[in-house]
Every structure is written in structure tokens, then in C-alpha cells.
């Protein structure tokens, strides 16, 4: 024969006193039905108790069934701390969120309202019968995810070439899982180079930060419960400027109008202005007109428009751009074309559709050559041609400067 074990026995004396005493408070009561001896059944439970899940806040119920009662009590205890929680339609605990009702006198159900994530466990349904009947189910709290402030990562400002780690932590039940996203739908580059438009894991490493990283990043956290929850993490880099100049070498027309561009990338925001060869700064107004124009978050466009040209205004040019990291600059030259040679050059197009280009050793050949003054040059024995109008021609057919403007390849420079 198994021995009880003294918790049991200490649990069942409890229940037996607590029944003692509510049939002793029921003496006076009409309408208790006493039920003779003879008629007596073993009461037993009709059904298992039904598993229940539920999110934290809301309402929880578990029922009982049990046929043939009679004279017996149901009770409900939690099996985790041993503690009684109802007999019969009577709330023992002291928690004000339990209820009990009955249908029948078969249907015990117990209502826990507003449930917290420590109400999750095993709880018993009992009948005081000997020996004691009882069975069991559980109720399964959930929790919606919460994105923890600590460690999760704030906002970021780094250097450009320095390696980077973006934390995520969240709570939750069951264990939420976290996603990174770009917030711009750009895709997330991995170490390796591969591109992906997201990734899980609580840490987004990026070794080697460059300034295209540079942006809004979300991590997502879900676990099956909604809703979920996501932090916006921005990330700057800061970088010294660069200049990109696409063309070095300009020819306009005196009298004309000429637009010198160059495009400057740099975070913090750079100062952007224009110079001339010898350093002075070009005024604002009158025939000078400059404007900087945002092309992208760390991105811009510098333009130097000249209207007209006078011979004073041909010469060399620097666009700059300055952060607190560093400055640098890019140079163009403006020369000067004749009207001459711009007319030759329409009036040859319109009668020769010949492909002819120019290579930029051709270019720098010619224009250094240029100081001979008379020297001329043959074109496959079609033409002779000054050096400034073979100029102009070989980059109108290219169509890279057509009819007032030649240029050379970009050049791209950065100091620091």
C-alpha cells in the first residue's frame, strides 16, 4: 500500500477542516437537500480540464465536470504553491481576481480576471472524497514583446572605416525574436558582401562601416503575439569631403554663358564655395551665379554659372568644400574658344557625320601644344586645322562638350 506523503495529508486535513466548517455554517439552511446514504454514488469527472492560453490582461477560465457529486465538495487549488483558491461556490484565496461558478452542480468553473504572466502553472481540481479525486490543467500566459531600453542600442555616430554593433532586447512569452530591417528598404550588406533585406539575431554587426550604411535601422521583435514591437536605431558616419569633378577642362565662347559643376559628398554637412587659381573667393552676384543643390543625405551638387564672359574670366577654378574633418577641392580650367572655330565646327558636322574622338593624352597633347600658336595638325589629309579649332571639333563629334564647352574624364579628390 503507497504512503501518503504529509504534504498530502496536511493539504487533505486542510480541506476537510474548511468543509467542516462551511456545512456547519449551512446548518440553518432550508434549502440544503440532504441526500440519504442509500442513494449515494462514487462522483467522478466527466471530462479532462481543457489546456487554456491567454495573453496577459485578459480574462482566464477553467472548468471542471464532474458527474454524480452528491454530498462531496469541489475545490480548486494551485499546484505550484499548494494553495487553496475555491470550495464549492466559495473564493478561500484572498486574490480578488479569482471567481467560481457553478452550472448544475456538474460545471465548476474558475474565472482568473486581468491575468498576469505569474499566474501561468498547473491547477488542480479536486473532490473530497477518500481517497481524494483530482486532475489537473494548465493555463499558459503569453506576453506580447517589449523592445528593453537597456541594452538595446541608441542612436550612433561613428567614423567612417570603424567596425560597428547594433544591439536589440526584447521581453516576452514565448522568446521574441528579432529582425533587422533597413528602414529605407535598402538591403542590410553582410560581411561577407552579400546583400540581404533582412536578417535575425539580437546583434547587427557591420565591420568596415562606410558612409552608404549610413541610415535608418529597425529591429523588429515578434513572437506570435501581437502586436510587434520595433526601435528605429539611426546610424551617421562621418567622413572628411570629396570632390568629384566630371569636367576638368571647359572651352566656352567670350561673351558667352558657362556652367562650371562639381559634386561634393562629405558628413558633417561641408561648407561649399567657389576660388579662383590664385585663391580668392568668387563673389556672389552680378556675373557670378552659385548654387549647391542636395543630391542625397551626404551628397552635393556645387554650380558656378558665368554670364557673360569677358576675357578677365578665363583661367582656372576651384570648387571647395570644407567639414570639421577636413577639406579638399577640385579644379577646372576655363579657356577660350573662337566664334571661328564653333562656326567651322557646325558647318563640318552638317557636311561630315565622321565618328572622330579624342583621348585625353590627345587633349593634353594638343593643349600643351597650343603655345607653338601657328601649329597645325592633319586630319587623315581632309583638312588642316589650328590646334584650338581641332580642339573644339574632336569633342563636338564626341558629343562630351557640343558647340561652346569641351572636357576631360572626372577626376575624383579627397584630402584630409
Not at 449515494?40 to 487554456?52: A, T
Not at 503575439?225 to 539611426?234: A, H
Not at 543625405?297 to 570644407?322: D, W
Not at 595638325?377 to 583638312?383: K, S
Request: one cysteine or more; proline letters at 7%; hydrophobic letters at 35%.
Amino acid at each position: 500500500m503507497q504512503t501518503k506523503s504529509p504534504q498530502y495529508r496536511a493539504q487533505t486535513c486542510a480541506i476537510n477542516v474548511i468543509l467542516l466548517l462551511i456545512l456547519m455554517s449551512q446548518q440553518c439552511n432550508p434549502q440544503r437537500v440532504e441526500v440519504p446514504a442509500e442513494v449515494i454514488v462514487d462522483p467522478k469527472f466527466s471530462s479532462p480540464i481543457v489546456n487554456m492560453t491567454a495573453p496577459v490582461g485578459r480574462d482566464a477560465f477553467l472548468t471542471c465536470v464532474v458527474q454524480d457529486l452528491g454530498p462531496y465538495k469541489v475545490a480548486w487549488l494551485r499546484v505550484d504553491t499548494q494553495t487553496i483558491l475555491t470550495i464549492q461556490n466559495h473564493v478561500i484565496t484572498k486574490n480578488q481576481r479569482i471567481g467560481i461558478a457553478n452550472s448544475e452542480h456538474k460545471t465548476w468553473t474558475m474565472r482568473i480576471k486581468d491575468i498576469k504572466e505569474s499566474d501561468k502553472g498547473w491547477y488542480m481540481c479536486q473532490i473530497n472524497t477518500d481517497p481524494m479525486k483530482s486532475q489537473m490543467g494548465y493555463l499558459d500566459v503569453v506576453v506580447p514583446p517589449d523592445i528593453l531600453d537597456y541594452p538595446t542600442s541608441t542612436d550612433m555616430v561613428v567614423r567612417e572605416g570603424s567596425n560597428v554593433t547594433l544591439k536589440c532586447a526584447a521581453t516576452g512569452s514565448p522568446e521574441p525574436t528579432i529582425t533587422w530591417r533597413r528602414e529605407s528598404g535598402v538591403p542590410i550588406e553582410l560581411a561577407s558582401g552579400e546583400e540581404v533585406v533582412s536578417i535575425e539575431g539580437t546583434d547587427l554587426v557591420i565591420p568596415n562601416v562606410r558612409r552608404h550604411h549610413m541610415g535608418a535601422y529597425l529591429c523588429i521583435a515578434s513572437n506570435g503575439v501581437p502586436p510587434s514591437v520595433s526601435k528605429r536605431i539611426t546610424l551617421v558616419v562621418h567622413f572628411p569631403p570629396m570632390i568629384t569633378v566630371q569636367n576638368q577642362l571647359i572651352g566656352a565662347v567670350e561673351g558667352k554663358g558657362v556652367t562650371l559643376d562639381c559634386e561634393s559628398e562629405a558628413y558633417p554637412k561641408s561648407i561649399n564655395y567657389w576660388t579662383r587659381e590664385r585663391g580668392e573667393i568668387v563673389p556672389p552676384g552680378g556675373k557670378y551665379s552659385a548654387n549647391v543643390t542636395e543630391i542625397g543625405g551626404y551628397r552635393n551638387s556645387m554650380r558656378l554659372h558665368i554670364n557673360p564672359l569677358t576675357q578677365a574670366e578665363f583661367g582656372a577654378y576651384r570648387c571647395v568644400a570644407k567639414n570639421s574633418l577636413g577639406d579638399t577641392d577640385g579644379t577646372i580650367k576655363l579657356y577660350r574658344i573662337p566664334p571661328n572655330a564653333v562656326n567651322y565646327v557646325e558647318n563640318f558636322e552638317a557636311r561630315h557625320k565622321a565618328d572622330l574622338s579624342l583621348s585625353a593624352e590627345s587633349i593634353d597633347s594638343i593643349y600643351g601644344s597650343s603655345a607653338a600658336g601657328t601649329r597645325r595638325q592633319d586630319l587623315g589629309g581632309l583638312l588642316l586645322l589650328p590646334v584650338t579649332l581641332a580642339m573644339a571639333l574632336a569633342l563636338a563629334t564626341t558629343g562630351v562638350m557640343r558647340k561652346t564647352q569641351m572636357t576631360l574624364p572626372p577626376q575624383t579628390l579627397t584630402h584630409v
